[in-house]
């Protein structure tokens, strides 16, 4: 690893055995821009062979749906309102009846999770769509190795020199092969050889529906290399207490100044910022190691959170696991 600048040089003075967890991660750094086919990109087009099918999500789409309301609904619920801020005004306290429970009940009653929208007259849920059509995935990136040298030994299987990202830009819950808890986009995965490519589609199929959240801005990239150590649920505990006090005493916080670098991001450490720490396996048994962070915002502007793909360390080639941060 070449010389880390001060703050890193000194936590590693501090902390040499820090050293050992340090890896490689490239910072895709995306900006505005009008990519060539060709080029490394987010949200841009693919060489995608012409004799391959493009790929489709046939898993099921989380759609809204709203029911109205009744006249006579309504006009319950209004009443029961009332009732419960009356109620709170004199006593502070505006619970309702059990028959005002039972009638709500009753409502939501094939909406689980729903919600009711008194200025709409609406009940809104979210449930599977119906009837479930096939969706034509998105490019999300791609990334080409002669634009990216400083990605770490063994992140590129054999000798493939182009990786292809997509997803199905709609929101999924408890997709097949994915965490019981998971929800957002679906993922295929590709890598490539240029040279092997032949033909390639000069058009792609648009998704039938989409949300905007999960439609990239497309983006050039200007790639950088970065020095990631790991979110501190990753290290021994008999070190984070010190580290972190450590951090705080010279202003620089471990947390957000060396680990887990933020952005679109290959290879490096995963962050574990809204859960505690996963093990992540393949369904060979593997251990799976983090091959792309898509985050929040920037001028990709996707999805909310970050997701976070993992890739078997034994296979590139099987099923990617997903993880939402």
């Known amino acids: 690893m070449k010389d880390e600048p001060s703050p890193l040089s000194d936590l590693f003075a501090a902390f040499p055995p820090l050293r050992q967890y340090a890896r490689t991660a490239v910072l895709l750094d995306p900006v505005a821009g009008a990519p060539a086919p060709g080029d490394s990109s987010i949200g841009g087009s693919l060489l995608w062979p012409s004799a391959e099918p493009w790929p489709v999500c046939d898993d099921d789409h989380l759609v809204e749906y709203r029911k109205d309301l009744t006249p006579a609904e309504r006009a319950e619920l209004e009443r029961i309102n009332l009732r419960r801020a009356e109620q709170r005004r004199l006593t502070g306290s505006g619970r309702p009846t059990s028959a005002e429970f039972d009638f709500v009940g009753r409502l939501m009653e094939g909406h689980p999770g729903g919600a009711l929208d008194l200025v709409a007259a609406q009940i809104t849920s979210y449930g599977p769509e119906v ?57 295929a995965v590709r890598w490539r050889r240029e040279d092997e490519l032949g033909d390639v589609l000069t058009t792609v199929p648009e998704p039938r529906t989409r949300k905007d959240v999960y439609s990239p801005r497309t983006c050039a990239l200007a790639p950088a290399e970065a020095v990631d150590l790991p979110d501190p649920q990753e290290l021994p505990a008999e070190w984070r207490e010190r580290v972190s006090q450590w951090g705080d005493d010279v202003g620089y916080p471990y947390q957000r100044t060396f680990a887990c670098q933020e952005g679109w991001k290959l290879g490096g ?42 890739r078997c360390a034994a296979d590139a080639g099987h099923p990617v696991r997903l993880i939402a941060q």
């Open 131 to 187: 009837p479930k059509q096939d969706v034509s995935m998105l490019p999300l990136t791609q990334v080409r190795r002669a634009d990216v040298p400083g990605t770490p030994d063994g992140f590129w299987p054999g000798d493939a020199d182009l990786l292809q990202v997509l997803w199905c830009p709609n929101d999924h819950a408890e997709p097949a092969g994915q965490d019981p808890h998971y929800y957002g986009p679906t993922v």
């Open 269 to 310: 450490w995963p962050t574990w910022h809204l859960t505690t720490l996963q093990s992540v396996d393949c369904v060979c048994g593997s251990g799976m190691s983090l091959m792309l962070s898509v985050p929040s915002g920037g001028p990709a502007e996707v999805r909310p959170g970050t997701l976070q793909i993992f």
